[in-house]
């Protein structure tokens, strides 16, 4: 267990749908980032949340958002789902904005059909 | 924007078969080098963190180093279990997050 809990494990939904995944950070930790996976992609970031704020933007689509609350768990929106939206999404933490390496969840994997 | 690439895409070793596994980037700025480990359907796992040419770190039988613009992953006597997906990363001077390569996934077998 790294410390960073992902809700749910794992999401079936159709297309068009909206879902939320939610992240939260090992303790101490005051930064959430977003990664997308999918097979033909390796690891994309998506976006950075420091303390509640955004700090940092990635190859985030429109129809995607975040948000960091004040507990600082975080959740990840995402919108007009598409097939190739399917995916994993990881959370990870880390202490300070700036941070060298951080801590990965286990993931969320979303299929769209 | 900076490129990490990984090769090769995949590798096949018997046990005991050491091998190295290459990351390269193209950033100019680095402030760190970064290796995971990723089992199936888990999350990536912290092995090492580089910052200069010529540093090396240990674990086990993984051993990483880092040049100007490359770093390698030697894996010495693998063991089944050393098989997973080998991720590097690095972060630039301009930026807070890791910028992964799409890994290599290593299979051991027995």
């Known amino acids: 267990d790294s410390g960073v809990t992902q809700t749910p494990k794992h999401l079936i939904t159709a297309t068009g749908q909206r879902v939320t995944l939610r992240c939260s950070p090992r303790?101490?930790?005051?930064?959430v980032y977003w990664y997308q996976q999918s097979l033909d992609q390796g690891l994309q970031f998506l976006i950075q949340y420091y303390n509640g704020e955004e700090r940092a933007k990635g190859n985030i689509l429109e129809r995607f958002s975040a948000q960091q609350f004040p507990d600082l768990h975080s959740e990840l929106n995402l919108s007009s789902l598409e097939l190739g939206d399917s995916a994993l999404y990881f959370c990870a933490s880390s202490v300070a904005l700036d941070s060298y390496g951080y801590t990965f969840g286990s993931g969320t994997r979303l299929t769209v059909v | 924007e900076d490129q990490v690439t990984q090769s090769p895409e995949a590798l096949r070793l018997q046990e005991g078969e050491s091998s190295s596994l290459n990351c390269s980037y193209t950033v100019s700025g680095l402030r760190g080098l970064f290796w995971y480990r990723q089992d199936p359907g888990k999350g990536p796992e912290f092995l090492f963190t580089?910052?200069?040419a010529g540093e090396e770190k240990e674990k086990e039988r993984l051993k990483a180093t880092l040049t100007k613009k490359e770093s390698f992953l030697h894996i010495t006597a693998p063991k089944p279990e050393d098989s997973a997906t080998y991720l590097c990363?690095?972060?630039?001077?301009?930026?807070?997050?890791?910028?992964f390569g799409a890994g290599t996934t290593v299979t051991v077998r027995a």
């Open positions: 580089l910052y200069s």
């Open positions: 990363a690095d972060k630039n001077s301009n930026d807070y997050k890791l910028s």
């Open positions: 303790s101490g930790d005051l930064s």
